[in-house]
């Protein structure tokens, strides 16, 4: 018999790095690379971080609808008149990125702050999806029939 251990958050986090890997390194279209991402699975919450370097906190937003948390930034750099841009290596413009929620999380409980060129947005693990422990019963042992 072969006995697994089934986390949740696990199998969502891998089912999601794996769609990202797809889209940055595979054909898709995707803007993952300019929006990096760690997660991090703790006993009561999962914590996603962002780095947003050069993102005006004003033009984040971060919002979720039918299980999905998207988050959105805009940078933007004017050049003076007179001046040309010779090189340009930094992405200007709005990135978004979307995440699909596990069932087991609380979408209503969401709350992000920003410091330092990172966004970090917090998302508690429903009651009933923590871990337990099982009470075991002690008493007289009874046959099972069959």
């Known amino acids: 018999m072969l006995l697994t251990s089934l986390d949740p958050f696990i199998q969502e986090f891998e089912r999601q790095f794996d769609q990202l ?3 940055t390194f595979g054909t898709g279209t995707g803007t993952g690379a300019l929006m990096p991402m760690d997660g991090l699975r703790r006993d009561d919450d999962v914590v996603l971080t962002f ?3 050069g993102i005006d906190p004003e033009s984040i937003e971060v919002t979720v609808d ?3 948390l998207s988050v959105s930034a805009r940078r933007e ?3 003076p008149e007179g001046e040309r841009v010779f090189v340009r290596e930094r992405p200007v413009g709005t990135f978004t990125r979307r995440v699909y929620l596990s ?3 609380d979408s209503d409980k969401i709350d992000a702050g920003y410091a330092n060129g990172v966004l970090k ?3 508690p693990v429903l009651e009933r999806a923590k ?3 099982v009470e075991i ?3 007289d042992v009874k046959a099972i029939r069959a």
Do not use: F, M
């Open 121 to 123: 947005v917090r998302i």
């Open 103 to 105: 069932e087991y999380l």
């Open 21 to 23: 890997a797809r889209r």
């Open 51 to 53: 780095d947003l370097p």
């Open 77 to 79: 750099e004017e050049i």
């Open 66 to 68: 039918r299980g999905v």
């Open 131 to 133: 871990p337990r422990k």
């Open 137 to 139: 019963q002690q008493g």
